[in-house]
């Protein structure tokens, strides 16, 4: 362990010899005050998401201010509305937005609208890009899956979402669950590493009020496993990328032709619908928000999450559970291993085409991603975050954080996970696939059924989706 | 009874809000619901703390301005209407009614990309502008019907005492009239209160009105479910005050004065 | 003579300019090619042809006729049940007819809220105390079921206007004469002769009006929806209107949702016409 551990001290202490040796022939260090001289004074507004990490960032923002005299209006809005007001302010050329933050969803719409400013020019400015920058940090395949389309960068990689299994440890680790699991299941019962592993646990831990849970009488319902099950939202996504990709299916082929009822994935889907029979009543009306309200309320004992409402959720005070959750990586597939995935929303802020002031606005964007910024976004967060930086994973604070093993889960997730496919017209697709899985989920079509008419819909939104 | 059952179906709803105003979280889901709980402020805090004073202010303000802009440009209209032989009269009274019954949804498309280009998005102006759409041609759809209540005698009376056009609107026409305009006004003011996609689609951060702003209760933390009950209080409040004062009225209004309560 | 023309002229300019001009600017925008907002060559019909080709826009159409089928005739019955109960006089009326307004004033965003509250899955006050006790709720909440979602936002439509209808028709028999009543009364009429051959035939252009109201405000429903189920689950609920929200502010397919608006506008427009025509005629109004 020590070993280790001195490893990247010593490469970080080679780090900035280095760094002083390259920046010694000029006559003063890189700095934002500098590099944003001729900008100070400027005003932009930056739209972005908010989420916990998005409100910690807010309270860093005065510092970018108060150091390079660009006055930043730094406005954060819900998921749904942050892409419908933020695609709606560059396509219809309003420009009221100087950077808007993206999913990786809507580049094919937003590059084939033309209204994204690519930055490969503003990046090969020496005076205004960080020598110190190192791009090469930034975590993949995210960034580069996300950003880099036919030779042009289009942004920085901001936020970096992810989906990770996250499961009730005070039962897991329960003596008598444990032993009553291995006699049923014949495997020791654990966090589930697979997705059949995570059915098992879903059936084996929904019961009945008045039955016992870990030594205790229920006094309501208990339910082995929620889900996010809302139409529209993430919840086809995650199905897409954490279950069928898994199956070594996809919606799309290589040349982003429709493939919605190859049987890999009838066979996914038909794994999902099957998890709702150990969920709660309503889940098709729950949003990612309201799957970590269910966790923290204790009613489940486990699901896949967007690990940043995690980080709102596994604190003292939030939930009587926090603390004795744990974490793994999205779950593999038991019968396929080699294709894993797992649900990733890399995300960026990118320069609007309408913008007046890319210089200062590719300022702070640069800041946001810079590693002194991000080392302080953790610590005020403390250690709460989620780590868009190679780097990030060996700070003290994200090492010595109560979050340990959120952030291995995160990493492992993160390691699996792509940037989605450059399809305009993506959102009409989700919308269509959301709502024919809900139908399977609820029993109303079977997979074979809703997924072949999600073919004929989906072919009638698009032949070839991809740019 | 069976009118009272209904009431009651009515007001329960209402009833349950209320106390999940006062509900502390820990029995705010609770199963069975529960009706008795030491009530606790800290729903209040919360919305204090995060600017919907401010959303109330806004609301206030676009729906009284539009409302006064309303009752200025429509009473003349109105009047105009029911007193005198206009050309085309019923033509463009269709016109004004089928503005009124036009689906906001297919007005808000144009209105965003033309505010879109013209800099009125997430501006007072431009909402104003916008509830103009629905509440002008309210306004002088229904202030017509009570113009045309208006004794003519005395309108007659004071030009021959000498008045001129402008003066009997003014002097004669408009003390009688009031009643009417300030049952008209009062619905158009609600209406701007309640009013949703306009505001939603073409309001922003500097114009956001207390029912725009409602969705950012849902954070990320969850749902805050005594706050939104706050909030849909506040909201009713000046409903509340306007049936009872105006209820003859109401009738009368949502019917485009084609019953007269 | 201009004073009269000099009196409208600010409400038409301003009419012409919030509801005229953007009516023709769509028309506009719909018989040309959009590239998203970019304005592309003239299109003539092709947009209007791929509106109507879209099976999306035509089930659009069928929720809202289902929607409309059910709640109007529910909100019309109810209601004139309760403006005959209200009429042969109830105890505390004046104070429950202003109680009866308070539905119908209310903001969509507050119906939402009360709805979401009555129905939430698991905890919501109907949820648990009668549709789960009674078995009506099997694994799922109302408003995320495919099949009640829809049924659910017509009981909330219900809920909303039937006071209204009951208090527009409790207005219209409160100023019936008093006459013919008298006479059929010495004639010895049962209560349900002189409903039938006096109260229906007396009362028919004002219910008349009252459910071409309640049919244009129904087709025109929104709000609830959109912040309720937003169209789900599935397309269970995507009324025309949620369907014209979406193809713009979601996939921003501006030539379809263009068309969409001017074929909801002209009908509206015929729509209104109906009704000026039918108040009038049949009721001596404007």
């Known amino acids: 362990m020590r070993a280790r551990r001195r490893t990247p001290m010593l490469l970080g202490a080679a780090l900035v010899v280095a760094m002083a040796m390259v920046a010694a022939p000029s006559a003063r260090a890189w700095t934002y005050r500098e590099a944003a001289r001729p900008y100070a004074g400027q005003a932009i507004t930056v739209l972005d998401e908010i989420t916990p990490l998005q409100e910690t960032m807010k309270t860093l923002v005065p510092e970018f201010v108060k150091e390079t005299g660009i006055k930043v209006d730094y406005q954060l809005l819900n998921h749904f509305e942050v892409i419908s007001r933020g695609q709606a302010d560059m396509l219809s050329g309003r420009g009221a937005y100087d950077a808007v933050m993206l999913h990786s969803p809507q580049m094919g719409l937003l590059l084939q609208a033309d209204v994204i400013r690519p930055i490969d020019d503003l990046l090969a400015r020496k005076e205004l890009t960080n020598p110190a920058l190192d791009l090469d940090d930034l975590i993949q395949p995210a960034w580069d899956s996300l950003a880099k389309f036919r030779g042009k960068t289009y942004g920085l990689l901001n936020w970096n979402y992810n989906v990770i299994y996250w499961a009730r440890g005070d039962l897991l680790s329960h003596q008598g669950e444990k032993a009553a699991f291995k006699q049923r299941y014949g495997y020791e019962l654990g966090p589930a590493r697979t997705l059949q592993q995570m059915r098992d646990l879903a059936e084996f831990f929904t019961r009945k009020k008045g039955e016992t849970l870990a030594g205790q009488t229920l006094q309501s319902d208990f339910y082995g496993v929620v889900l996010e099950g809302i139409k529209g939202g993430t ?26 009822d190859r049987p890999e994935n009838v066979a996914a889907v038909k794994l999902w619908a099957d998890l709702w029979k150990f969920s709660p009543p309503g889940q098709a009306e729950y949003s990612l928000i309201d799957v970590p309200t269910v966790m923290g309320s204790g009613i489940a004992a486990q699901t896949l999450a967007w690990s940043d409402f995690v980080l709102g959720i596994d ?153 | 009874m069976a009118v009272a059952a209904g009431a009651l179906v009515v007001v329960f709803p209402v009833l349950w809000m209320a106390t999940m105003a006062f509900k502390p979280e820990a029995v705010m889901f609770a199963r069975p619901p529960v009706w008795r709980f030491p009530p606790t402020l800290e729903h209040f805090d919360y919305v204090l703390a995060h600017g919907f004073l401010g959303n109330l202010v806004t609301s206030l303000v676009v729906a009284v301005v539009s409302t006064a802009l309303v009752v200025v440009i429509g009473t003349p209209a109105a009047y105009a209407f029911a007193r005198f032989p206009i050309r085309r009269r019923d033509d463009l009274l269709l016109f004004v009614l089928a503005t009124r019954m036009a689906p906001p949804v297919a007005l808000v498309i144009p209105f965003y990309l033309i505010y879109a280009r013209v800099g009125l998005l997430d501006t007072y102006l431009g909402l104003i502008l916008a509830y103009l759409t629905f509440n002008l041609s309210f306004y002088i759809w229904v202030l017509w019907s009570f113009c045309r209540e208006l004794p003519v005698e005395l309108e007659e009376a004071a030009r021959a005492d000498g008045y001129g056009r402008g003066q009997v609107l003014v002097r004669v026409v408009l003390p009688l009239l009031k009643p009417g305009i300030i049952a008209t006004a009062v619905l158009c003011f609600i209406f701007a209160w309640n009013e949703f996609l306009f505001a939603f689609m073409l309001g922003g951060k500097a114009v956001e009105t207390l029912p725009v702003a409602v969705p950012k209760l849902i954070t990320s933390q969850g749902v805050k479910w005594g706050e939104l009950a706050i909030v849909g209080l506040v909201a009713l409040l000046p409903v509340l005050a306007v049936v009872f004062v105006l209820q003859r009225h109401i009738v009368r209004g949502l019917t485009m004065g084609a019953v007269k309560g | 003579m201009l004073f009269p023309y000099a009196l409208i002229a600010p409400a038409l300019l301003a009419l012409v300019a919030v509801a005229l001009v953007p009516f023709l600017y769509t028309v506009w925008l719909s018989a040309h090619e959009m590239q998203y907002a970019r304005v592309g060559d003239f299109a003539g019909l092709a947009n209007y042809r791929a509106l109507l080709g879209s099976a999306r826009f035509w089930h659009s159409v069928w929720i809202s006729t289902l929607f409309i089928a059910l709640a109007v005739p529910l909100e019309f019955a109810l209601g004139l049940l309760g403006a005959l109960v209200l009429h042969r006089g109830v105890r505390l009326r004046a104070i429950l007819v202003p109680v009866l307004f308070v539905p119908s004033m209310m903001a969509p965003i507050v119906v939402a809220i009360l709805w979401k509250i009555m129905l939430a899955g698991s905890w919501g006050l109907l949820s648990y105390n009668v549709l789960e006790r009674f078995g ?26 039937t006071p209204f209808v009951m208090l527009a028709l409790f207005a219209g028999l409160q100023s019936l ?110």
């Open chain 1, 315 to 467: 604190r003292p005070g939030k939930s009587k559970f926090a603390g004795k959750f744990v974490y793994a990586g999205s779950p593999a597939n038991a019968r396929a291993p080699q294709t894993r995935s797992a649900e990733t929303e890399p995300s960026m802020i990118v320069i609007s085409r309408h913008s007046k002031r890319p210089e200062a606005t590719y300022l702070f964007l640069q800041w946001m991603v810079d590693k002194a910024t991000q080392q302080r976004l953790f610590q005020a967060a403390g250690g709460a975050g989620v780590p868009i930086r190679q780097s990030t994973w060996n700070l003290p604070v994200v090492k010595q954080s109560p979050f340990a093993g959120l952030y291995a889960a995160m990493q492992e997730s993160l390691r699996y996970g792509r940037a989605k496919p450059r399809a305009p017209k993506i959102f009409e697709i989700m919308d269509v696939m959301s709502g024919l899985v809900q139908e399977i989920a609820l029993g109303r079509k079977t997979a074979e059924q809703g997924l072949k008419e999600g073919q004929e819909k989906v072919l009638a939104i698009c032949k070839q989706c991809t740019l």
């Open chain 3, 177 to 286: 004469p008093a006459t013919p009543y008298r006479a059929a009364a010495v004639d010895g009429a049962t209560a349900w002769q002189t409903f039938r051959r006096l109260t229906v035939p007396l009362m028919t252009p004002l219910m008349a009006v009252v459910v071409l109201l309640r049919l244009i405000d129904a087709f025109k429903v929104f709000d609830t929806i959109f912040l309720l189920t937003g169209g789900g689950p599935g397309s269970s609920t995507e009324s025309v209107s949620l369907f014209a929200y979406k193809t713009v502010f979601d996939f921003w397919d501006l030539g379809t949702a263009t068309a969409c608006a001017v074929v909801i506008w002209v009908m509206f427009f015929v729509f209104s016409n109906v009704f000026y025509q039918a108040a009038r005629r049949l009721l001596g109004a404007f």
């Open chain 3, 136 to 161: 009506l709720l099997e694994g799922t909440s109302v408003l995320a079921s495919p099949d009640l979602a829809l049924y659910a936002l017509v009981a909330i439509d219900v809920w909303q206007w």
């Open chain 1, 235 to 260: 919840t086809f996504w995650t199905v897409w990328t954490a279950f069928i990709r898994n199956f070594g299916g996809d919606i799309l082929d290589a040349e982003g032709r429709p493939t919605i």
